[in-house]
């Protein structure tokens, strides 16, 4: 997917972008697109790999989300990269799917052969074998290539740009958060805004649920609770919201007049994803990283980063 444009050590990934940004979310695979190209790390995207289900195959059956994830991961492996997506549902999902088959492979090895005949039935040409990793890009931003390192290539830091993390439910529900963050005090979107130059805005809400996964079924409590969410971020004195989930972005910017009306109160903060924000730090323009595509306008952030 990107062209190396970058002298500094190479890092390489097996790109799993997920559907969202593919469709709703557009605006989420060109800002990614745009900040790795820039920081020179290089996407190798899974062409051929499928949706991970989001969590709603295993509700059917288990055994179909670990094949089906299995195959993904195994499309990964062959490639001997780690897997990256920007996407923190895709991320749980994968990430829960591989450390049960890993466990499995000892513990359980009839159940594993199982799931790699399946994998094998499905089309998959690679073996699942356990031994891939999956990231999240603020992981990979975070700790493979780092703070210090991301803050050298700011060309125009955020000052004054007040920004409240929204980091949501499965990016903290994980199966591996501890060798990144606490999953019931997270620090890492706060921190990396630091290094953006943005000010961290601190609310109850930053780690609850958006409310997007009752959205078809309970459309009222859904947008009464991500109502309260961006009303709390409001309060705080937050110029706009940042996540680093696609799924959180739909509810929160795409359904936010549908939230107003249940909740009786104009809001219009923007919501910008983890990608774009780093994005306009970077010095990319606002039109490459998709931001004309919003529901609520991002002129006001605009504004405060180009002053």
Same mark, same amino acid.
């Given at each position: 997917m990107n062209a190396v444009a970058s002298s500094q050590p190479l890092l390489r990934y097996a790109y799993y972008?997920?559907?969202?940004?593919?469709?709703?979310? /557009?605006e989420l695979y060109d800002s990614t697109e745009q900040i790795t190209r820039h920081l020179g790390i290089e996407l190798v995207e899974l062409e051929s790999a499928s949706c991970c289900g989001s969590g709603t195959f295993k509700e059917e059956s288990e055994q179909l989300e670990d094949a089906v994830n299995a195959r993904n991961l195994a499309l990964a492996e062959a490639l001997g990269l780690p897997m990256l997506t920007h996407c923190s549902t895709c991320q749980g999902v994968l990430g829960r799917v591989n450390e049960k088959l890993k466990a499995a492979?000892?513990?359980?090895? @009839?159940? *594993?052969?199982?799931? @790699?005949?399946?994998c094998q039935k499905g089309g998959c040409e690679s073996r699942y074998q356990g031994s891939g990793d999956v990231r999240h890009l603020l992981w990979m931003l975070v700790s493979d290539y780092g703070l210090e390192r991301l803050q050298q290539q700011v060309k125009r830091p955020l000052r004054g740009l007040r920004c409240a993390a929204f980091y949501g439910c499965y990016l903290l529900r994980t199966h591996?958060?501890? /060798? *990144?963050?606490?999953? /019931?005090?997270? /620090?890492?979107?706060e921190t990396l805004f630091e290094g953006l130059g943005a000010t961290p805005v601190w609310y109850r809400g930053r780690t609850q649920c958006c409310g997007w996964p009752i959205s078809s079924y309970a459309p009222e409590q859904s947008f009464t609770m991500a109502g309260r969410h961006l009303l709390e971020a409001l309060e705080a004195g937050a110029d706009c919201l940042v996540t680093p989930c696609p799924l959180c972005h739909l509810n929160l910017d795409s359904r936010q007049p549908e939230v107003e009306a249940v909740i009786g109160r104009k809001l219009g903060i923007p919501i910008l994803h983890l990608p774009q924000l780093v994005g306009l730090a970077l010095g990319i323009p606002a039109e490459k990283l998709g931001l004309n595509r919003h529901v609520v306008q991002v002129e006001t952030v605009l504004q405060k980063v180009y002053q």
């Open positions: 972008p997920g559907c969202v940004a593919q469709g709703a979310c /557009r492979k000892t513990n359980n090895p @009839e159940y *594993f052969h199982h799931i @790699e005949t399946l591996d958060i501890a /060798r *990144f963050d606490s999953a /019931r005090d997270p /620090r890492s979107m």
